[in-house]
């Protein structure tokens, strides 16, 4: 496809379509796409707050169409009139611990909401590839040590739940109608724009907060959990990569390396010139009902197939985040 310009015919960019563009890997991913030259489309809920300052730099160069998972018509209308080349779906209540709290709204989203875009799809647009996030929460209790695509789910939160169920509906849609739909099992994967109430950006955010007088404790819960945590810009380079292939496959995206919430703690607080043991509390409100204790993936099927590993290492991902951390305390402290 071509379309016309005053130097003649120029290829036509590719287009994608994110949904969860507000959230930490719409915008690596965004940014990602953007920087490859395709026209981006993204999703964004009419109740999404401060968006010019969630998007940052995206803003003016994606184009922002409102709707909502939870609503299939509003998909349904921005997809058949985009006709979009490749579909992320990365919008989900994300947080295990809320869905706990809000079961229902969770499957509605996180589960329900992945079915609405496949149908959605195959309806009105059923040669595009889609991306789903599915995650290493579906292992939970977990039935072997690494795990790999072909590892048992024993999902341990309503999260978990749904993701298994959005798992599941994007294999039954690539057999069903021979849509190309991948699975990408995501790992923890972290970055300055990760939410504050997860655990990683909650200690460093805290830790550059103490350093700088602005906060004297930080509250946690379980210290003693495992994650496999890398660094999101090159998780986003996975999902594009994935869909770039001949046949659509699902695959682990991992370091294949695991720490304790006790070892982040000591690393942040430790760059951030602190004692982590000085500082932090432990209250039981921030244990959840069922724990996933350990996980560790192990990537190689996406080494081998689509080229895929992870570069910056454990003590460097903490040393990112508390350093844009201490930068933004900088600020708020008015410290120039
Ligand atoms: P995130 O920062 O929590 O972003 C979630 C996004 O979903 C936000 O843009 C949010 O919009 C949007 N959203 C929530 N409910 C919605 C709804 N009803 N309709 C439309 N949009 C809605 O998540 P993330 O860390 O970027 O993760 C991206 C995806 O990967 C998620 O599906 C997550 O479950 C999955 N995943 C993440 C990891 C990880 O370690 N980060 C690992 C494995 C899988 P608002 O701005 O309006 O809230
Ligand atoms: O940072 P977390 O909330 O992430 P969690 O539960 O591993 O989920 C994240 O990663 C998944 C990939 O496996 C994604 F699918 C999911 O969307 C999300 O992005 O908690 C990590 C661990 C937990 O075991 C938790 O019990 O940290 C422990 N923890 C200890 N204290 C805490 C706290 N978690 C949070 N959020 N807050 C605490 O104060």
């Given at each position: ?186 790992f923890n994967h972290e970055?300055?724009?990760r939410?504050?109430?997860f655990v990683t950006r909650k200690i460093t955010?805290a830790a ?10 930080l509250?946690l819960g379980n210290l003693d959990v495992k994650r496999d945590w890398g660094y ?22 991992a370091t294949g390396e695991t720490h304790t919430v006790r070892e982040f703690c000591e690393i942040a607080f430790r760059r951030a010139?602190l004692d982590w043991e000085k500082h932090v509390?432990i209250?039981?409100?921030f244990?959840?009902?069922?724990e996933v204790n350990l996980v560790i993936g ?12 992870h570069?910056t290492s454990f003590p460097q991902l903490v040393e990112i985040m508390v ?14």
């Amino acid at each position: 496809m071509h379309y016309s310009t005053p130097f003649g015919k120029r290829p036509m960019a590719k287009k994608a379509f994110i949904t969860g563009i507000t959230g930490q890997d719409g915008y690596y991913l965004a940014d990602f796409l953007l920087d490859k030259g395709y026209d981006v489309y993204g999703l964004v809920r009419s109740s999404s707050l401060e968006i010019p300052q969630r998007i940052g730099k995206l803003a003016g160069r994606v184009h922002i169409d409102h709707g909502d998972l939870t609503d299939s018509l509003s998909i349904r209308e921005i997809i058949e009139r985009v006709q979009p080349d490749e579909i992320y779906n990365l919008a989900a209540q994300s947080h295990v611990q809320w869905s706990f709290k809000l079961p229902e709204n969770t499957f509605d989203t996180t589960g329900s909401g992945c079915i609405r875009m496949l149908e959605a799809i195959r309806q009105t647009c059923p040669q595009a590839r889609f991306y789903q996030a599915s995650s290493s929460e579906m292992f939970g209790l977990v039935q072997e040590v690494p795990q790999r695509e072909t590892t048992p789910f024993h999902p341990r939160s309503p999260y978990g739940v749904a993701k298994v169920a959005a798992f599941w509906a994007t294999i039954n849609y690539r057999e069903g109608y021979n849509m190309f739909a991948c699975n990408g099992i995501l790992f923890n994967h972290e970055s300055p724009r990760r939410g504050e109430d997860f655990v990683t950006r909650k200690i460093t955010k805290a830790a550059a907060r103490i350093a700088l007088g602005l906060q004297d404790k930080l509250i946690l819960g379980n210290l003693d959990v495992k994650r496999d945590w890398g660094y999101a810009p090159e998780y986003v380079r996975a999902m594009w990569l994935m869909l770039q292939q001949e046949t659509p496959e699902d695959y682990v995206i991992a370091t294949g390396e695991t720490h304790t919430v006790r070892e982040f703690c000591e690393i942040a607080f430790r760059r951030a010139g602190l004692d982590w043991e000085k500082h932090v509390e432990i209250d039981p409100r921030f244990f959840r009902p069922a724990e996933v204790n350990l996980v560790i993936g192990d990537a190689s099927k996406a080494m081998r197939q689509l080229g895929w590993e992870h570069k910056t290492s454990f003590p460097q991902l903490v040393e990112i985040m508390v350093d844009a951390d201490l930068e933004a305390a900088r600020q708020e402290a008015k410290i120039p």
